[in-house]
């Protein structure tokens, strides 16, 4: 098989990541990524089941468990150095400080952008996944708590049933169930009791539009090559994001601590 | 009355093979069916999602293959989602879309709508555009 030099380097977060890589993690890096293209070409390609998933689990020589944010995880080999917050630190200032290079989300929102949708909807597809930095596991719930104090209601709730509305295709408005979570989430996943319910009732909101629009922009946002910036929501933010004034961590809203932790993750208590 | 004379000539044309809407000419040249596609945009950009069909589901993907091509009097603007239709004309939509239509002269997409397996298809539609699949599938 033919590996493409320049799209596993960029895959991997450039010469610089990989450079500073152990040989065995290149190896392990390699053997991923080419297992990657082979699935993508492949007509019936193999993914695990969850019974496989949970086996991987197994393994405590891991240097995190899979549920750990981003910034307390080895990414390539390596944790990211991070630099000071501001003393009255903004919105902005986590995106460029903390949640760099955060295109995923910037891509989601660009494209809810580019497509008309509702602002509350282009804000929610800003931060649905800011939170993942935080912690991964019902990222919809943490990411809404996250912001709440913060972004008009339809925006929380958009974030908080997004993750939920994740694993249910709705073809109304274009939404598929994603080929990646056959693999994070094993080909034979059923979504608990506890989605099922939550997608029944939200299916049924007023507001169901909101997060189901976030989930259609989550579809299109993984383009490795997309050149985004947070200058086109600017003044989305500057409308509807209410940045307090003290700077965010240090407000005492219900969720300061959220933003205080994504400020000092090497606090150990 | 123009748009109505305009779907009316776009389905008499697009019943044999191409059609023209605002200045994009469109054909229909291929069906396949799957259980897994990619979701990129028309034309392909580099989205790497792509979407399947879970085990439980008695479904598939009926993918239709399209070939555009930008003419001289293309002004521009939004194309909207096509619409695929089965023999007892229900509707299936498209989690994919046309984007930046203008940008290449020349191209072929693949657009996948999730069906009832073995589901017979008719037609597809792009606003006013009909094209005729039954004889592709």
Partial sequence: MEVDRRALFKSLGGAAAVALMTPEQKADALEHYMEEQLNAAADEPEYPTVADLAARNEDLNRPHRRGAGFLFAQRNGKLRKLEPMPEKPSLEDFFALRFAPASHVLQSANRALSTGMPEEVILGCLLHDVVLNLIRPDHGWWGAQLVEPYVPEKTTFAIRYHQCLRFFPDEEYGYEYPESYFRTFGEDYVPEPYLQKTHDWVKNHEWYEYPRLVTVNDLYSFDRNAKVSIEPFREIIARHFKTPEEGLGWDNSPSTHMWRTLIWPDRSL | ?137
């Fill in chain 2, 1 to 137: 009355m123009v748009r109505l004379v305009i779907a009316v000539m776009a389905f008499v044309v697009g019943s044999v093979g191409a059609a023209t809407l605002t200045g994009i000419e469109l054909s229909a040249t291929g069906v396949s069916r799957s259980k897994r596609v990619s979701l990129q945009d028309c034309p392909a950009g580099e989205n790497i999602v792509r979407g399947v069909i879970r085990p439980v589901e008695d479904k598939e993907f009926a993918t239709i293959q399209l070939s555009v091509r930008v003419l001289a009097s293309f002004e521009g603007g939004d194309v909207p989602k096509p619409l695929l239709y089965d023999d007892a004309d229900n509707e299936y939509k498209t989690a994919q879309s046309f984007r930046e239509v203008g940008s290449k002269e020349s191209y072929t997409c693949d657009f996948s709508f999730r069906v009832p397996t073995g589901t017979t298809l008719s037609r597809i539609t792009i606003d006013d555009v009909t094209l005729d699949v039954s004889a592709l599938d």
